[in-house]
């Protein structure tokens, strides 16, 4: 079975800061990768995707993501933090066909003023 | 557009009862998925649902089931609730069941609290 481990559990930053997050996935084949978000209050919204071509994915809000296959890694990263990017954020995997999501524990940042 | 939809927001019942939480997919999306958020954990997959039929189930027990509309709106059912099924339940729709390729969009999920 597919699996997606998401090694920071919580991330302190100050604002200006740079971010990166790990994502790591356990699936030999074609995979689609997806980073969701989750402010306080509010539901799981897309940040970004990969489906294919180019591995680096440009998202919303500054966010972008590799996709380096040799290594199964799909990690987040963005230069500059700011304090609403304060949000629990998913690493998922979709590995067969129907679309199931495989999600990682998740990662609770926080961005300090 | 309106989003993903769900019903109740909240929810509080005792051991032993029955729920039914209700989903509204994005207006032309034909499949919906329902998932379970425990406090502190990625959400699990619970069932896929295109076309009023089960094309997709995850590794839960058979208190719970769903189905889905001819509007392709959904109900997820849990029977003999037990405190560990205290959770978010979030439903997420997708245009189609093409697999890879799709993006799945979610709602903002009903908070079910058992005592």
């Known amino acids: 079975a597919q699996s997606v481990s998401q090694h920071n559990h919580h991330v302190i930053l100050s604002e200006a800061a740079s971010l990166e997050l790990g994502c790591n996935y356990s699936y030999g084949g074609t995979v689609n990768l997806f980073w969701y978000v989750q402010y306080p209050g509010q539901h799981l919204q897309l940040l970004l995707k990969?489906?294919?071509?180019?591995?680096l994915v440009k998202g919303i809000k500054g966010f972008e993501a590799e996709f380096i296959k040799s290594k199964f890694s799909f990690n987040l990263r963005k230069p500059s933090v700011q304090w609403s990017d304060t949000a629990e954020y998913f690493c998922?995997?979709?590995?067969?066909?129907?679309?199931?999501?495989?999600f990682g524990g998740g990662t609770r940042l926080m961005v300090k003023p | 557009d309106a989003g993903v939809t769900q019903s109740p927001t909240h929810l509080i019942k005792t051991r032993g009862q029955q729920v039914t939480l209700r989903c509204s997919p994005i207006s032309g999306h034909k499949s919906v998925s329902w998932y379970q958020q425990v406090l502190g954990q990625g959400p699990q997959f619970i069932f896929q649902y295109y076309e009023k039929e089960e094309r997709g189930r995850g590794n839960f027990p058979d208190r719970f089931s769903a189905r889905q509309f001819p509007n392709y709106s959904s109900e997820l059912n849990v029977n003999a609730l037990l405190l560990g099924d205290s959770a978010l339940y979030l439903c997420?729709?997708?245009?189609?069941?093409?697999?890879?390729?799709?993006?799945?969009?979610f709602g903002p999920g009903t908070r079910l609290l058992v005592l």
């Open positions: 998922a995997v979709n590995a067969w066909a129907g679309n199931m999501l495989t």
């Open positions: 990969y489906f294919s071509g180019d591995p």
């Open positions: 997420a729709s997708s245009t189609t069941l093409r697999g890879l390729g799709e993006t799945q969009y």
